[in-house]
Every structure is written in structure tokens, then in C-alpha cells.
């Protein structure tokens, strides 16, 4: 029994490796066709369009009602040390630095990820793909690097949509509790926030749209067992991007901090 249990575990462990490095052959690929001619850009266009218009009302509503609860927690604590002059501060370190960036990534995974992941799934189980590359199109160019590119392009514009939502919400919810005006409350909130605070959480959404995208079109292109085997590439892709869109940001917020100590002090 031990070494049945232990055999198994060795290939599930195995399978992981090999998996890994199969993703990091797709991505490395990926880069390179990031930088190499042709680009096709029309077909980004498209998908900047799909991955990134379509998403704002997602980014906006979300963003605005995590700027009202923020607001409402942090009321409801820095009251206590009579401190209330600071929740439009604290909010806006918060939402710029952290939180938007994060957030943004995390709804666009489970959007644009799911969808990069079943439309790839989909056109690899019934042979479109294959049908791409036997008319010399290169289907990896067309289909994959244009989609994770669109995906690095979108997700700094939505992170700038999810901060504002952010701070417009804590300003209604700020408003409602005590009357405080626009100019005041944006006064207040980016009193701790400079350039590099806002440009450095903003350009690392970059990296999150490479890894969303890069994941996503993966899993679409290894997708196996028809129908069964799409929606699992979608499931794979959201989860996967997600942890590693979270991993990724906590090696990210650290050299930040070692390449801008201004930020972290």
C-alpha cells in the first residue's frame, strides 16, 4: 500500500514538473512573438476590444463597490483612535498600491481567462487549429500571441478604470456619512500617493496580463477529450492564472520595494 501511495504521489509530481515546463516553453515561445514580425494588428485590436471593452463594466461596478466597503472598514476601525481624517489617505494608499492592481487581475482572469481558455479549447477539439497550420497560418502567432498581448495591453487601462471606481466609491460612501466635498476628499486621499507609487502598481499589471493570457492560451491549446475537455481548460485557466497572478504579485510588490524604497517607507 505504502508503495503504491508513494508511486502515485511521484507521478502526480512528475506530471506537475512536466506540466511547468511545458507552460514555460509555451511562454518563453510566447515572448519571443511578442517582439518578432509579423503582428498581427488588426486580430489585437479585436481582442483588445473583446478582452477589454467588455470588461470596463465588470472593473467599474466591482471597483466602486470595493471603494464603499473599504471605506465602511476603515471607518468603522480608525474611529476608534479618532482618526477619521485619514480614511480618504488610507483608501487611496490601499486601492492605488495594492488592491486595484489585484483586483483588476483577479476579474479579468476569471473573465478573459475563462474565455481565452474554452475559445482555444474549443478550436483545438475540433480541429480548427490544425486546419490553420495546414493553410500556413501560424495559428500560435495568430491565435495565442495576439490574445496575450491584448491582455497586457487591456489590464493597465482596467486597473486605472478599478482605481477610480475605488476612490469615487469611498467618496460616496464618505460623503453619505459626513458631507465631505469632492475637492477635500481627493485632496486628502492622494496626499501619500506620487508618481511612482501609482505607475510602478500599474506597469506591473503588465506581468499579469502576460501570465492571464499565457495560461489561458495553454491550457486552450492542450485542451484533449472534446467538450469535457474545454470546460476544463476554462476551469484550469481561472484558477491557475489566479494563483499565479498572486504569486507573482507578491514577488513583484518586493523588488518594487527594492528598486523604489521611497514606495515601501
Known amino acids: 500500500m505504502a508503495g503504491t501511495l508513494t508511486e502515485r504521489l511521484g ?27 509579423p503582428f498581427e494588428v488588426r486580430e489585437v485590436l479585436r481582442q483588445v ?23 465602511m472598514h476603515t471607518r468603522a476601525t480608525l474611529e476608534r483612535f479618532g482618526a477619521i481624517a485619514l480614511i480618504p489617505t488610507g483608501l487611496g494608499v490601499v486601492m492605488i498600491r495594492e488592491t486595484g492592481p489585484l483586483v483588476a487581475g483577479l476579474l479579468v482572469a476569471g473573465r478573459a481567462g475563462a474565455g481565452i481558455g474554452a475559445e482555444l479549447g474549443a478550436m483545438r477539439v475540433t480541429e480548427q487549429i490544425d486546419a490553420l497550420e495546414a493553410i500556413a497560418v501560424d495559428a500560435f502567432k495568430y491565435l495565442a500571441v495576439t490574445r496575450i498581448l491584448a491582455c497586457m495591453l487591456v489590464l493597465p487601462i482596467l486597473t486605472t ?5 475605488g476612490i ?8 453619505a456619512a459626513t458631507g465631505m ?31 492571464i ?34 504569486l507573482s504579485d507578491v514577488v513583484l510588490v518586493k523588488l518594487i520595494f527594492l528598486l523604489f524604497p ?3 517607507s
Open 161 to 165: 478604470l478599478m482605481d477610480f471606481a
Open 11 to 37: 507521478d502526480v509530481v512528475l506530471d506537475a514538473l512536466a506540466s511547468a515546463g511545458a507552460y514555460f516553453l509555451f511562454a518563453g515561445r510566447a515572448l519571443v512573438g511578442l517582439v518578432r514580425p
Open 262 to 264: 521611497q514606495i515601501a
Open 213 to 246: 493570457g499565457s495560461v489561458a492560451a495553454y491550457l486552450g491549446f492542450n485542451a484533449t477529450r472534446g467538450t469535457e475537455g474545454v470546460g476544463e481548460a476554462s476551469t484550469r485557466s481561472v484558477v491557475a492564472a489566479s494563483i499565479l497572478l498572486i
Open 49 to 71: 476590444y473583446v478582452l477589454g471593452w467588455r470588461s470596463a463594466p465588470l472593473i467599474l461596478t466591482s471597483g466602486f463597490a470595493v471603494g464603499v466597503v473599504l471605506s
Open 168 to 175: 469615487l466609491g469611498g467618496f460616496a460612501a464618505e460623503a
Open 181 to 211: 466635498s469632492w475637492s477635500l476628499y481627493l485632496h486628502r486621499a492622494f496626499s501619500l500617493i506620487g508618481y511612482a507609487d501609482f505607475v510602478t502598481a500599474t506597469l506591473k499589471t503588465i506581468v499579469f496580463g502576460f501570465i
